[in-house]
T-cell receptor, first 112, second 114 residues
Framework: GQQLNQSPQSMFIQEGEDVSMNCTSS?????WLWYKQDPGEGPVLLIA?????ELTSNGRLTAQFGITRKDSFLNISASIPSDVGIYFC????????????FGPGTRLSVLP | DTEVTQTPKHLVMGMTNKKSLKCEQH?????MYWYKQKAKKPPELMFV???????INESVPSRFSPECPNSSLLNLHLHALQPEDSALYLC?????????????FGPGTRLTVT
């Protein structure tokens, strides 16, 4: 079935550093979503991408829809302690936007 | 307002109990979803309702029974659950038509089956 890979699996960075993570698949996707999840809470939508090559920003976050439509990248600039959490990518292949598959997540820790 | 609410926040139930999880959104979204999430794992899709009709059932056991009474409400009825069903149950909603498919999640119900 559909499967997404995320890397790195986890990362420890110093406050103020920039962060890069990615999401890849062997299949083509039509939509990519990036979520952040804090412990015991639901995922919060960060960025949605709908077109190959699209680059979208949300504050210190920037995400890109890969040209091949098989990957997406999320960058966080000038990390702060509240960036700690698990970052999930989610991809959707069909045209109805209903059946998303989630990647395994990247766990981010920010050291003061 | 991008809020999806879920009740209860926590639920402990025995294997012979019957309980229900509730989800509500007032964003005018016409698609609503139930996901199950185990610790340190991504959410797994269980059910999708589109225009109050069940459109996707990801081979979920019949001890989970979804219900969509109207376009704002989504329930998940639970009966004869197993301890391995303990998880965070997440509800989400999204617009169905148009060009955007963002799914907005609720805070989840933490379910423990004893």
């Amino acid at each position: 079935g559909q499967q997404l890979n995320q890397s790195p699996q986890s990362m420890f960075i110093q406050e103020g550093e920039d962060v890069s993570m990615n999401c890849t698949s062997s299949s083509i996707f039509n939509t990519w979503l990036w979520y952040k999840q804090d412990p015991g809470e639901g995922p919060v939508l960060l960025i949605a991408l709908y077109k190959a090559g699209e680059l979208t920003s949300n504050g210190r976050l920037t995400a890109q829809f890969g040209i091949t439509r098989k990957d997406s990248f999320l960058n966080i600039s000038a990390s702060i302690p509240s960036d700690v959490g698990i970052y999930f990518c989610a991809g959707q292949k069909d045209n109805y936007g209903q059946n998303f598959v989630f990647g395994p997540g990247t766990r981010l820790s920010v050291l003061p | 307002d991008t809020e999806v609410t879920q009740t209860p926040k926590h639920l402990v139930m025995g294997m012979t109990n019957k309980k229900s999880l509730k989800c509500e959104q007032h964003m005018g979204h016409r698609a609503m979803y139930w996901y199950k999430q185990k610790a340190k794992k991504p959410p797994e899709l269980m059910f999708v309702y589109s225009y109050e009709k069940l459109s996707i059932n990801e081979s979920v056991p019949s001890r989970f029974s979804p219900e969509c009474p109207n376009s704002s409400l989504l329930n998940l009825h639970l009966h004869a659950l197993q301890p391995e069903d303990s998880a965070l149950y997440l509800c989400a909603s999204s617009p169905t038509a148009g060009e955007t498919y963002e799914q907005y999640f609720g805070p989840g119900t933490r379910l423990t089956v004893t």
